[in-house]
């Protein structure tokens, strides 16, 4: 029976009504229509609002003009630092044509004016976007939101037939074509939805708007809300809209992008500013990695805005995590509404407590502590009166690692109206407490008080803020040699002879024999090999190496941890001893060294003093770690600068700076004992070595919250590699999820490998069942799109079930092809038929795919293992970017080895596509020949329109050789299919053929054919021509 899905008109409508339900809500205004239409809206908005600025004298065309031109933005970053403004109220400066009336500064947007003041909320919809290219065409956009007349959030629906993620490529089609620049520039928020699952997403450029990032609302108990109408009344309502877009949204300085806020972390400051009213302490528990730096940078903001809070101290834990968190502060806060004022010493801190100031004072316990030292005796002086009488709100990342709970009994009595919010990701229950002086049994609640808001590990992966783990519990001692080894450990024992140690042995189960075992048994040099030869050879898919278009300065990056700063620089020489081809019986692989030819690139990090007994001989190895390093970085760096050595490890290994994507500048591997195991945060690190006993649960799960961070389509989780009494490893990770993640520790960690590889088998069966053979499938009129879809939906299932099993250490690349019984080449094979149905399904149904059929199929879906590793297109493209002069101060500076890497491809490039290949080496040659002239345009965006323009004129050409209609020409060239079987015609062919004028063509051509040859010819030509000049270009 086929299924009545409600229209998306039908849906827009429903929204719009939903929109102006209840008391200051929004108003519809059908009338708007057109971008013109919106300005004029938007200047009667100014007018209003700004009638004693302007003396009565409405704003002239030529004044309005110099308003559009301010508003009308280069990106939706810097539209987000014009709308923070100044003290959140934006404003335009606007000199009057009449010169006695002078210049005018001329508010816009008041931030602070939330469901009151000025502030007024409109909706539209089906605003009319012309074409801006030729082969562009004219749109209508769904539902905009407007405050005070500009365009903020921008809702696309699609019906409940097509899946969402539709939508979300309707949005990056529309910003391909640049239907959201002029008025819509300012928009902060796009939200997307079939009207059963919706999600939004901060704006973006096409290139950076990343679907990893659409977010779902969650309600405060971290339930779903996915409906359409739900999400409406929960998000879109006023004042709620307005404060996404204006308070909970953070403007990132250095990655120079806007930042919304998920549900959860703005639940979490709101209970924060309920427990600050009612001068109530107390916690907030969020898994790690889900972004509590930027939610308490936005809770200490927004506590400021407390009249009765004084200031908001930040209290942070070590010189590394200061570092970060001081550099995130500041990047948050370039472009905010207050200041953040970072305390490089005693009399600094001492100095911004007793200013009249309000401002987020960054510092650290030690310095507090000094503090207090310093007043002592002197508690009685005005000063120190004024001090200790502030209101303080102490907001601390780390909530147990920043201060200790004696210490901060001793700051509260000396602030004794000061309130306390504690952040962690792992809290510590009456199950894993410590005992502090005096036997006080600490636990986070006691510290703190009350929990008031969490958000655990299991909510954050089912809300993709995070990844699941993939444990792989490795043991590099055999069975029998630990069964020997407990043997003899018993006979050690009184009255236990070897019969009766066996006896005792062979009663045991393997997590009570690794308990028996000494920790010299992991400690010799054979072990070690074994996790050296690991973690360069047995690595490759958890380091990304066997993700396609893998490439040197495409993969991803790793921290080995030891059990102690002895051993660590074991492993650092075992490295060292590798990379110089000095290391016995173990080798880098040749299919590594062709993927990456440098790698492992790797360091060591590791306090000085965390063993004061071996502290000399500590200094000397790190000094020596030191040179190598500075050796390959080119950097000089000594041991009385190791703050400094630390930081920039830090930058390397996150690669987060733009300087940091190239190859030269990378680290893959860092040794630690027990830095960077908690507050570091690099999305591009997949993997965690662990070479030590289990680690209590918090410390566990702080660890292994390196990896999950989320990062590109094909890292799908967070990998750990375990290498000591892997069962006793298994019921430590068990134990810890189980406590971290309100038992959830079966939705946290990935499946065995058992059960990825009976997901491959399955799928592989059930594509088959489709066609047994990649021919089996045809592509014609007569093969139904039921079949069509089938046959893609699993194939797509074979490509996930793939990807996810490739992770494993079990899945081997030279044996797969014999234990799952499909070949190679016939994936390869399959991969081409799929490309194919795919674009059939796309010319049947259009972009969305899918269909009537009750068959959900991604027509979009991106292939992530079964594609060809061909060189990697967007790689060099970046390589060519890095020639275009920016204004960032970090910007990588590229040299003779990127020129003679882009020259490499771009010969490689036109063997294959030599015209595709012309264009780009003309474009690299303009941009050789003159930086300047391309200072801030984007590589890709250049190639895009020359590749449009070459297109245009060659269309034009055919136009004027046969006199047919352009129109129809563009449309039968952009939906043309690659490799349709003869028999069957192109859509659209038949229209241009038909348009032909014959007695115009013959009148102009000099070289005519008959009128009974003229229909056939146009039919050949128009084959030749697309398939010789026009499909080749768009294979980017």
């Given at each position: 029976?086929?299924?009545?899905?409600?229209?998306?008109?039908?849906?827009?409508?429903?929204?719009?009504?939903?929109?102006?339900?209840?008391?200051s809500?929004?108003?519809?205004?059908?009338?708007?229509?057109?971008?013109?239409?919106?300005?004029?809206?938007?200047?009667?908005?100014?007018?209003?609002?700004?009638?004693?600025?302007?003396?009565?004298?409405?704003?002239?065309?030529?004044?309005?003009?110099?308003?559009?031109?301010?508003?009308?933005?280069?990106?939706y970053?810097?539209?987000a630092?014009?709308?923070?403004?100044?003290?959140?109220?934006?404003k335009?400066?606007?000199?009057?044509?009449?010169?006695?009336?002078?210049?005018?500064?001329l508010?816009?947007?008041?931030?602070?004016?939330?469901?009151?003041?000025?502030?007024?909320?409109?909706?539209?919809?089906?605003?009319?976007?012309?074409?801006?290219s030729?082969d562009?065409?004219?749109?209508?956009?769904?539902?905009?939101?407007?405050?005070?007349?500009?365009?903020?959030?921008?809702?696309?629906?699609?019906?409940?037939?097509?899946?969402?993620?539709?939508?979300?490529r309707?949005?990056?089609?529309?910003?391909?074509?640049?239907?959201?620049?002029?008025?819509?520039?300012?928009?902060?928020?796009?939200?997307?939805?079939?009207?059963?699952?919706?999600?939004?997403?901060?704006?973006?450029?096409?290139?950076?708007?990343?679907?990893?990032?659409?977010?779902?609302?969650?309600?405060?108990?971290?339930?779903?809300?996915?409906?359409?109408?739900?999400?409406s009344?929960?998000?879109?309502?006023?004042?709620?809209?307005?404060?996404?877009?204006?308070?909970?949204?953070?403007?990132?300085?250095?990655?120079?992008?806007?930042?919304?806020?998920?549900?959860?972390?703005?639940?979490?400051?709101?209970?924060?500013?309920?427990?600050?009213?009612?001068?109530?302490?107390?916690?907030?528990?969020?898994?790690?990695?889900?972004?509590?730096?930027?939610?308490?940078?936005?809770?200490?903001?927004?506590?400021?805005?407390?009249?009765?809070?004084?200031?908001?101290?930040?209290?942070?834990?070590?010189?590394?995590?200061?570092?970060?968190?001081?550099?995130?502060?500041k990047?948050?806060?370039?472009?905010?509404?207050?200041?953040?004022?970072e305390?490089?010493?005693?009399?600094?801190?001492?100095?911004?407590?007793?200013?009249?100031?309000?401002?987020?004072?960054?510092?650290?316990?030690?310095?507090?502590?000094?503090?207090?030292?310093?007043?002592?005796?002197?508690?009685d002086?005005?000063?120190?009166?004024?001090?200790?009488?502030?209101?303080?709100?102490?907001?601390?990342?780390?909530?147990?690692?920043?201060?200790?709970?004696?210490k901060?009994?001793?700051?509260?009595?000396?602030?004794?109206?000061?309130?306390?919010?504690?952040?962690?990701?792992?809290?510590?229950f009456?199950?894993?407490?410590?005992?502090?002086?005096?036997?006080?049994?600490?636990?986070?609640?006691?510290?703190?008080?009350?929990?008031?808001?969490?958000?655990?590990?299991?909510e954050?992966?089912?809300?993709?803020?995070?990844?699941?783990?993939?444990?792989?519990?490795?043991?590099?001692?055999?069975?029998?040699?630990?069964?020997?080894?407990?043997?003899?450990?018993?006979?050690?024992?009184?009255?236990?002879?070897?019969?009766?140690?066996?006896?005792?042995?062979?009663?045991?189960?393997?997590?009570?024999?690794?308990?028996?075992?000494?920790?010299?048994?992991?400690?010799?040099?054979?072990?070690?090999?074994?996790?050296v030869?690991?973690?360069?050879?047995?690595?490759?898919?958890?380091?990304?190496?066997?993700?396609?278009?893998?490439?040197?300065?495409?993969?991803?990056?790793?921290?080995?941890?030891?059990?102690?700063?002895?051993?660590?620089?074991?492993?650092?020489?075992?490295?060292?001893?590798?990379?110089?081809?000095?290391?016995?019986?173990?080798?880098?692989?040749?299919?590594?060294?062709?993927?990456?030819?440098?790698?492992?690139?790797?360091?060591?990090?590791?306090?000085?003093?965390?063993?004061?007994?071996?502290?000399?001989?500590?200094?000397?190895?790190?000094?020596?770690s030191?040179?190598?390093?500075?050796?390959?970085?080119?950097?000089?760096?000594?041991?009385?600068?190791?703050?400094?050595?630390?930081?920039?490890?830090?930058?390397?290994?996150?690669?987060?700076?733009?300087?940091?994507?190239?190859?030269?500048?990378?680290?893959?591997?860092?040794i630690?004992?027990?830095?960077?195991?908690?507050?570091?945060?690099?999305?591009?690190?997949?993997?965690?070595?662990?070479?030590?006993?289990?680690?209590?649960?918090?410390?566990?799960?702080?660890?292994?919250?390196?990896?999950?961070?989320?990062?590109?389509?094909y890292?799908?989780?967070?990998?750990?590699?375990?290498?000591?009494?892997?069962?006793?490893?298994?019921?430590?990770?068990?134990?810890?999820?189980?406590?971290?993640?309100?038992?959830?520790?079966?939705?946290?960690?990935?499946?065995?490998?058992?059960?990825?590889?009976?997901?491959?088998?399955?799928?592989?069966?059930?594509?088959?069942?489709?066609?047994?053979?990649?021919?089996?499938?045809?592509?014609?009129?007569?093969?139904?799109?039921?079949?069509?879809?089938?046959?893609?939906?699993?194939?797509?299932?074979?490509?996930?079930?793939?990807?996810?099993?490739?992770?494993?250490?079990?899945?081997?690349?030279?044996?797969?092809?014999?234990?799952?019984h499909?070949?190679?080449?016939?994936?390869?094979?399959y991969?081409?038929?799929?490309?194919?149905?795919?674009?059939?399904?796309k010319?049947?149904?259009?972009d969305?795919?899918?269909?009537?059929?009750?068959?959900?199929?991604?027509?979009?879906?991106?292939l992530?293992?079964?594609?060809?590793?061909?060189?990697?297109?967007?790689?060099?493209?970046?390589?060519?970017?890095?020639?275009?002069?920016?204004?960032?101060?970090?910007?990588?500076q590229?040299?003779?080895?990127?020129?003679?890497?882009?020259?490499?491809?771009?010969?490689?490039?036109?063997?294959?596509?030599?015209?595709?290949?012309?264009?780009?080496?003309?474009?690299w040659?303009?941009?050789?020949?003159?930086?300047?002239?391309?200072?801030?345009?984007?590589?890709?965006?250049?190639?895009?329109?020359?590749?449009?323009?070459?297109?245009?004129?060659?269309?034009?050409?055919?136009?004027?050789?046969?006199?047919?209609?352009?129109?129809?020409?563009?449309?039968?060239?952009?939906n043309?299919?690659?490799?349709?079987?003869?028999?069957?015609?192109?859509?659209?062919?038949?229209?241009?053929?038909?348009?032909?004028?014959?007695?115009?063509?013959?009148?102009?051509?000099?070289?005519?054919?008959?009128?009974?040859?003229?229909?056939?010819?146009?039919?050949?030509?128009?084959?030749?021509?697309?398939?010789?000049?026009?499909?080749?270009?768009?294979?980017?």
């Amino acid at each position: 029976m086929p299924i009545n899905y409600t229209s998306e008109a039908e849906l827009e409508q429903t929204l719009i009504e939903s929109l102006e339900l209840g008391v200051s809500q929004w108003t519809y205004r059908p009338d708007l229509r057109t971008e013109d239409d919106l300005w004029a809206n938007l200047k009667q908005k100014i007018e209003q609002n700004n009638t004693e600025h302007l003396n009565g004298v409405m704003l002239t065309e030529s004044e309005f003009r110099q308003i559009k031109n301010t508003l009308s933005f280069p990106s939706y970053f810097d539209a987000a630092k014009w709308l923070a403004g100044e003290n959140g109220v934006a404003k335009v400066y606007v000199q009057r044509e009449d010169a006695t009336l002078g210049k005018v500064m001329l508010t816009v947007i008041n931030n602070n004016d939330i469901a009151g003041g000025i502030s007024s909320y409109e909706v539209v919809n089906q605003v009319e976007r012309d074409r801006a290219s030729v082969d562009d065409q004219d749109r209508r956009l769904d539902v905009t939101l407007l405050i005070n007349g500009l365009p903020m959030i921008h809702i696309e629906l699609k019906n409940r037939n097509h899946p969402f993620m539709d939508a979300f490529r309707q949005i990056k089609k529309y910003l391909h074509e640049d239907k959201f620049s002029g008025i819509y520039s300012t928009l902060q928020m796009f939200v997307v939805s079939n009207g059963t699952d919706t999600r939004y997403i901060a704006a973006a450029d096409e290139r950076h708007l990343n679907e990893k990032f659409l977010s779902t609302w969650v309600d405060k108990k971290n339930r779903p809300v996915n409906d359409l109408f739900a999400f409406s009344d929960a998000v879109l309502s006023i004042p709620q809209a307005h404060l996404l877009v204006g308070q909970y949204s953070v403007i990132d300085n250095d990655k120079q992008a806007l930042i919304l806020l998920r549900p959860y972390q703005i639940h979490a400051i709101e209970a924060v500013k309920e427990a600050s009213r009612n001068r109530q302490s107390g916690y907030v528990w969020h898994t790690t990695g889900s972004g509590k730096t930027l939610t308490s940078y936005k809770v200490a903001r927004n506590l400021l805005q407390i009249p009765s809070i004084d200031k908001t101290i930040f209290v942070i834990d070590r010189v590394d995590l200061d570092q970060q968190t001081s550099a995130s502060f500041k990047s948050y806060s370039e472009n905010d509404t207050f200041d953040i004022d970072e305390t490089g010493n005693v009399t600094e801190l001492v100095r911004h407590l007793s200013s009249n100031d309000r401002s987020v004072i960054v510092t650290t316990i030690q310095k507090l502590n000094h503090v207090m030292k310093r007043a002592d005796g002197k508690t009685d002086t005005p000063k120190w009166q004024k001090i200790r009488n502030l209101n303080l709100a102490f907001v601390v990342d780390e909530a147990h690692r920043a201060v200790s709970m004696p210490k901060m009994s001793e700051i509260k009595k000396f602030f004794p109206k000061s309130l306390w919010y504690g952040f962690t990701g792992t809290p510590i229950f009456a199950e894993n407490n410590k005992t502090a002086k005096g036997g006080l049994q600490v636990t986070t609640q006691a510290q703190y008080g009350e929990r008031l808001h969490e958000y655990t590990v299991k909510e954050a992966i089912h809300d993709s803020a995070v990844l699941g783990f993939l444990v792989d519990y490795q043991s590099t001692i055999d069975k029998d040699s630990i069964n020997d080894a407990v043997i003899k450990l018993l006979m050690a024992k009184p009255k236990t002879d070897e019969k009766k140690a066996r006896e005792l042995m062979l009663a045991m189960d393997d997590e009570e024999k690794e308990a028996m075992l000494p920790a010299s048994l992991y400690d010799d040099e054979a072990h070690m090999k074994q996790v050296v030869e690991f973690i360069v050879n047995q690595s490759r898919n958890k380091l990304g190496f066997d993700n396609p278009g893998a490439s040197a300065g495409a993969t991803y990056t790793a921290i080995l941890t030891t059990q102690s700063i002895a051993k660590a620089q074991q492993y650092y020489n075992l490295f060292k001893a590798l990379k110089n081809n000095e290391l016995e019986d173990v080798e880098i692989a040749e299919r590594t060294r062709k993927i990456v030819p440098d790698f492992p690139k790797f360091a060591i990090t590791y306090s000085v003093s965390e063993n004061e007994a071996d502290s000399t001989k500590n200094q000397d190895a790190m000094k020596a770690s030191i040179k190598d390093y500075n050796e390959t970085y080119n950097k000089n760096f000594t041991i009385e600068e190791l703050r400094a050595y630390n930081a920039d490890i830090n930058d390397r290994l996150a690669r987060k700076k733009e300087i940091y994507q190239r190859r030269d500048n990378q680290l893959d591997l860092v040794i630690v004992v027990d830095r960077l195991l908690t507050g570091f945060d690099a999305p591009c690190l997949s993997t965690l070595f662990i070479d030590r006993t289990p680690m209590p649960p918090q410390d566990l799960i702080q660890a292994f919250s390196r990896t999950n961070r989320i990062f590109d389509t094909y890292k799908r989780y967070g990998q750990v590699v375990t290498f000591q009494t892997p069962k006793r490893f298994e019921r430590a990770v068990k134990s810890a999820l189980l406590m971290y993640s309100n038992g959830g520790e079966n939705f946290v960690l990935a499946p065995v490998w058992a059960e990825a590889k009976k997901g491959l088998t399955q799928a592989i069966s059930g594509l088959r069942k489709q066609a047994l053979v990649p021919n089996d499938i045809e592509i014609s009129d007569t093969t139904s799109s039921e079949a069509l879809q089938l046959f893609a939906k699993a194939f797509q299932t074979v490509d996930k079930a793939l990807s996810l099993a490739m992770i494993y250490t079990e899945f081997d690349n030279n044996t797969y092809e014999a234990e799952f019984h499909i070949a190679n080449d016939e994936l390869e094979a399959y991969n081409g038929k799929y490309a194919n149905v795919i674009e059939e399904l796309k010319r049947r149904k259009g972009d969305g795919g899918g269909g009537d059929d009750g068959i959900e199929i991604d027509v979009a879906y991106e292939l992530r293992q079964v594609s060809e590793n061909t060189i990697n297109h967007q790689f060099i493209m970046d390589v060519i970017q890095a020639f275009i002069p920016t204004n960032q101060p970090d910007a990588y500076q590229p040299g003779s080895k990127d020129e003679a890497k882009i020259d490499t491809y771009i010969t490689q490039l036109s063997k294959t596509n030599p015209k595709l290949g012309k264009i780009m080496r003309d474009l690299w040659f303009a941009i050789k020949m003159d930086p300047e002239n391309y200072r801030g345009k984007q590589v890709s965006q250049l190639m895009d329109e020359i590749v449009d323009q070459t297109i245009h004129e060659r269309l034009k050409k055919f136009v004027a050789d046969w006199q047919v209609s352009y129109d129809n020409l563009a449309f039968a060239t952009r939906n043309w299919r690659a490799n349709l079987d003869s028999d069957t015609k192109q859509n659209g062919e038949d229209a241009v053929v038909d348009s032909g004028d014959y007695l115009v063509y013959k009148e102009q051509s000099l070289d005519s054919v008959s009128k009974l040859k003229y229909k056939p010819e146009i039919r050949r030509a128009l084959k030749v021509m697309v398939e010789t000049d026009i499909l080749p270009l768009r294979k980017q």
